[in-house]
């Protein structure tokens, strides 16, 4: 093999070319590096907002004919959010067309779908005056179960038949109870086991409790604390006059004791008179204190929802006020609104809040907006949101846009608020 001769001068060029390539493949390879893992983690923050996206974006919007799908106010679509969607026109769609709008990052990446339905605009009286309940139970809730001594001993029938705290019971033996003397009178003939039925977690059961004698008064008991009723007060959202119903609370009656929504058998609205204010305070959630006016009945319940109770209403309890359009829940926005709510003997006044943040949702059915009271007015008389307020509408620019519901316990000068879509959609 014939030898390669190099001449020294040029092996000295390819040497210090050697030299010069050695940090540049170094600079190279670095910069693929962290292209690479640069690529991972926009992936990474590309896959993770897709999931934030759809997880904030509800699955139905309504929009009034002619109308296209806006926002007033989104936080997800705020201070330049990246996300679109695919406009089809619904001018000319007829009442109750639905098509399917598709939401997109970056007007490229898919997020998910949304359904946009065409509804007529919904017209109410906005409420603000005060309202007595008296709600009744179907069947009996347990709201604890306890011990009876016995002669031989302290005996629980009620946890040895499996009836649990929230227990709805329906009937005895097949016959209905409805109050709590009635099951007491069925369980105190009972000498040998009774079959009862009830509702759990929606679901119908049956169990066979077996009563036992009392030693303190001789009469036998199934060691069953249960509630049959409850009273209170709150606010009315709004009255819709075209079918005199109305909506309130912007959430459901709940038992004390155990959480539970009441399971409503029938209920009476009652004018009530209100005795007092305990102001709101940091820790301890002030109050509207009042009392029922009379035994007169000006309504009915027969709905206690999660969204509020509904029921019918007579005219002559209102203070009558004209119609104002309710805004779907996409055509909200933050910024200034008002509160209606009836504080002292004056009747309804409106007090000044912000409404702070906006969340669409649809896993939030109450606490859909932060709102803030603003008003000097209404702090200085409750320092804020207090029990009692809740169902107050919260309008902005003359239009219905929810409902107070709860008071933040650290800072009663904040709260939530419901749509106006929710609680109409549970009504309808």
């Known amino acids: 093999i014939s030898a390669i001769l190099i001449p020294s001068s040029f092996r000295t060029k390819i040497e210090c070319g050697g030299m010069f390539m050695k940090p540049f493949l170094g600079t190279l390879r670095g910069a693929i590096r962290k292209a690479a893992v640069s690529a991972a983690i926009l992936s990474f923050l590309l896959f993770t ?5 759809a997880d904030r974006i509800p699955q139905q919007f309504y929009v009034t004919p002619g109308e296209e799908l806006r926002f007033s106010s989104m936080e997800v679509l705020q201070s330049g959010a990246p996300i679109s969607y695919d406009q089809t026109s619904l001018a000319g769609k007829s009442i109750g067309s639905t098509q399917t709008v598709t939401v997109r990052l970056f007007g490229v990446i898919p ?7 065409v509804s007529d605009r919904k017209y109410v009286c906005a409420g603000g005056m005060l309202f007595g309940i008296k709600l009744f139970t179907e069947g009996v809730m347990v709201i ?3 011990s009876v001594e016995t002669e031989n001993g302290t005996i629980s029938p009620a946890e040895e038949a499996g009836i649990q705290k929230g227990d709805i019971i329906l009937s005895v033996n097949g016959q209905s109870v409805s109050s709590n003397e009635a099951l007491a009178a069925i369980l105190a003939q009972s000498t040998t086991p009774v079959s009862i039925s009830f509702r759990r977690d929606e679901k119908l059961c049956r169990t066979f409790l077996t009563p036992v004698k009392s030693q303190l008064d001789g009469r036998y008991k199934g060691g069953l604390w249960v509630r049959d009723s409850t009273a209170g007060l709150g606010t009315i959202t709004y ?10 609370l912007g ?9 539970q929504l009441m399971p409503l058998s029938n209920g009476q609205i009652c004018r009530v008179r209100l005795n007092g204010i305990v102001k709101g305070q940091a820790g301890a959630p002030g109050e509207l204190s009042g009392s029922f006016a009379s035994d007169e009945v000006y309504g009915s319940l027969y709905q206690n929802t999660e969204t509020g109770v509904f029921g019918e209403l007579n005219e002559e309890f209102l203070t009558v006020q004209d119609s104002v359009p309710v805004l779907n829940k996409q055509e909200v926005k933050t910024g200034d609104a008002i509160i209606r709510c009836t504080l002292d003997d004056g009747g309804i006044k409106e007090y000044e809040i912000q409404i702070e943040k906006i969340d669409l949702n649809e896993k939030a059915l109450t606490k859909n907006m932060v709102i803030s009271v603003t008003d000097p007015e209404l702090l200085d008389k409750t320092g804020g949101i207090v029990q009692g307020m ?9 239009k219905l846009v929810g409902a107070v519901t709860h008071v933040f316990v650290d800072n009663p000068t904040k709260g939530y608020g419901i749509f106006a879509e929710n609680m109409l959609k549970t009504a309808a």
């Not at 809740?390 to 003359?398: N, R, V």
Request: charge should be negative; proline fraction near 2%.
């Open 49 to 53: 907002a897709v999931g934030w996206y």
């Open 111 to 117: 997020v998910t779908q949304t359904h946009v339905s």
């Open 144 to 146: 604890d179960t306890g």
């Open 239 to 248: 009255y819709d006059a075209q079918n005199g119903t109305f909506g309130g």
């Open 251 to 259: 959430h459901g009656i709940s038992d004390s004791d155990t959480g």
């Open 390 to 398: 809740s169902g107050s509408p919260i309008l902005q620019d003359g």
